[in-house]
C-alpha cells in the first residue's frame, strides 16, 4: 500500500479574488515531508509565528495549515529598515486513507512547525510468524 500526501490544487485567480477582507500578505510556507518508520512528518517554515496562532484542520481527508504571524517591532530601537513584513500562511495536502487522524501530532520550535501523521494499525506492514507443525 502506498502512503500518498499531495499539495491540494491552487485556487484559481476567481477564488483568490473572493477574498477581500484580508489586507496582509498570505504566504505558502516551504514544506519538507518525510517518510519515516510509521508514517509521515511534514515540517512547515513558519517564521514569526507563535503556537497558538497556528490552526491545523482535517477534514475529508484534506490537512490545511493556517498561521498568522506579527511584527515584532526592537525594544528600545527605531527601526531603519524593515524586509520581513507580517502575513498569513496557508497550505493544504490531500492525504490518503491510510492515516490515522486521531493521533496526528503537531509541535512548533524555532520557527518551524512539525506535523506527525501516524499510519493507522490496519495500514501498517505486519510480519506473520510462522510455525513448525
Excluded: C
Aim: proline share 8%.
Amino acid at each position: 500500500m502506498t502512503t500518498e500526501v499531495t499539495t491540494a490544487p491552487e485556487q484559481t485567480p476567481a477564488q483568490t479574488a473572493a477574498e477581500t477582507t484580508r489586507n496582509r500578505p498570505v504566504w505558502r510556507p516551504l514544506t519538507d515531508i518525510v517518510e519515516t518508520g510509521d508514517g509521515v512528518t511534514l515540517m512547515l517554515e513558519l517564521p514569526g509565528v507563535a503556537p497558538d496562532d497556528v490552526d491545523v484542520a482535517l477534514e475529508q481527508r484534506v490537512l490545511t495549515i493556517r498561521a498568522r504571524s506579527h511584527h515584532a517591532d526592537p525594544d528600545r530601537l527605531r527601526l531603519a529598515h524593515a524586509e520581513y513584513e507580517p502575513g498569513d500562511y496557508e497550505r493544504a495536502f490531500t492525504l490518503s486513507g491510510d492515516f490515522d487522524a486521531d493521533r496526528i501530532e503537531a509541535e512548533m520550535r524555532n520557527g518551524v512547525l512539525t506535523l506527525r501523521l501516524p499510519r493507522s494499525e490496519a495500514s501498517r506492514p505486519r510480519t506473520i510468524k510462522v510455525k513448525a507443525a
